[in-house]
């Protein structure tokens, strides 16, 4: 029996964009009963084409649960290579680092070493969407709308509606955005966001190299930026690889984009260095400004902001999704208790429990993620002496580095029931 609503009959969620964090949304949210509607302007099989996206997203350990609670791990599983461990590291603008770093190992999180999970895993994209996609394909509450795009909407008391360039009209009881840093839904409710250019373009890219990375991840502080290495699974023809997030100064980066392949293999390998032997860039190179926005506030009548609409984070810590993986645990389970109750799942105060529930976790993030970067993406010596001396200070408390790891792995907080590995 098809349980969607009619058009008439309002969704109990509809999600505006179906980028990673809204299709995993409307997936977590029709599994927890609550019937959706996906819409996105893109039609959802062009977003699993190996061109459309070249990045890999790192799943910290928690985030890992979620996937697993939804029966979607394990056909992420043979394509999501774990990070056992992260080597942090300062460097100069040759490249070498210096030989003050900081090294966390999973297995100081665990009170067994022996069984210790993974502080993460690094999956591609294009297999996050068609895993995600799949299983959306066959949730019997949830509604894909693609391709198509909002013209117009309504909220009030009791609900919203969306009306959509096919001449559609959508009756929901709560609008979610998960349109990404830019999208219009934020701007024409009003809320504003605090925003502002890195001045720097992350340069995404896979490498192979000749011996293998053993799940260590790397990440080499560069006067440019972070000159992060991240550990894929192995190529189909058996070579190593790893996800390469290079940042760097606008300007620089410009130059760099431009240049042929010999001269960008050369840049690229005096910045990776020679500890997996000889390394190049193996396909296309793809190029993302970075810019910091963080939404004044997360909700409005009958609205809501999830992900990178909520916050878009820079990614000198892998954890920007991670983050939106939290947003999408705790708006489900809000919502799933409200309908559970017989209370109204878009109203006020299913919102404010979402909103006071994740700012604080956020706002922290965002914090921590700024700080680092402006802290580390400079060449000045007396300020690269200190830090190399408190990436060697951490590194000599082990309490400290347990103490990382766990929050890393997303081990700490008040933790949605999905990223605990249960339904809400």
């Known amino acids: 029996m ?5 058009d008439r009959t309002p969704f109990d969620l509809a999600i505006v964009g179906a980028g990673l964090n809204g299709s995993l949304l409307a997936l977590a949210a029709g599994e927890s009963g609550l019937s959706s509607a996906l819409i996105d302007r893109v039609p959802l099989s062009a977003m699993t084409e190996q061109g459309f996206d070249g990045r890999t997203t790192a799943i910290a350990y928690t985030s890992q649960r979620l996937f697993a609670a939804l029966g979607l791990w394990d056909e992420l599983a043979p394509n999501a290579e774990p990070i056992r461990d992260i080597r942090i590291s300062d460097a100069g603008h040759d490249g070498r680092a210096s030989p003050l770093f900081l090294h966390f190992d999973h297995r100081e999180a665990s009170d067994d070493p022996e069984t210790a999970a993974p502080m993460g895993w690094i999956v591609e994209n294009r297999f996050l969407r068609s895993a995600i996609l799949r299983r959306l394909a066959s949730c019997p509450r949830v509604e894909l709308v693609s391709p198509d795009e909002v013209v117009d909407s309504d909220r009030g008391p009791d609900r919203a509606g969306l009306v959509l ?3 559609r009209r959508i009756a929901t009881r709560l609008i979610a955005s998960a349109e990404g840093r830019f999208g219009a839904t934020r701007e024409e409710a009003g809320i504003g966001a605090r925003s502002w250019s890195y001045d720097q373009i992350a340069i995404v890219l896979v490498a192979r190299h000749a011996e293998p990375h053993r799940g260590v991840a790397q990440e080499k502080f560069l006067p440019g930026g972070p000159f992060a290495i991240l550990p894929m699974t192995d190529g189909p023809g058996g070579e190593h690889r790893s996800s390469i997030v290079w940042t760097e100064r606008t300007v620089i980066a410009r130059r760099l ?12 390998a005096r ?6 032997g000889p390394v190049a860039p193996a396909g296309p190179r793809w190029s993302y400004p970075l810019r ?3 939404a004044e506030r ?3 009548t009958r609205l809501v902001l999830v992900g990178d609409a909520a916050h878009g984070i820079h990614p000198i810590a892998g954890q920007g999704y991670n983050l939106g993986v939290r947003d999408i645990a705790a708006l489900v389970e809000v919502m799933a208790d409200a309908k559970r109750l017989g209370l109204d799942v878009g109203g006020a105060d299913t919102l404010e429990r979402y909103a006071q529930w994740r700012r604080a976790d956020n706002f922290t993030m965002v914090a921590a993620t700024d700080l680092l970067n402006r802290l580390f993406s400079n060449d000045i010596k007396p300020l690269r002496l200190a830090r190399d001396a408190g990436l060697a200070a951490v590194n000599r408390v082990p309490a400290l580095r347990k103490f990382f790891v766990r929050h890393a792995m997303g081990l700490v907080g008040d933790l949605p029931k999905l990223i605990r590995g249960e339904r809400p």
């Open 257 to 268: 984009l431009e240049l042929d392949e010999p001269a960008f293999q050369a840049e690229f």
């Open 298 to 300: 997360y909700t409005d």
């Open 165 to 167: 360039k096919s001449g």
């Open 2 to 6: 098809d349980r969607r609503p009619s």
């Open 292 to 294: 910091l926005v963080h």
């Open 271 to 276: 910045r990776f260095g020679d500890h997996l």
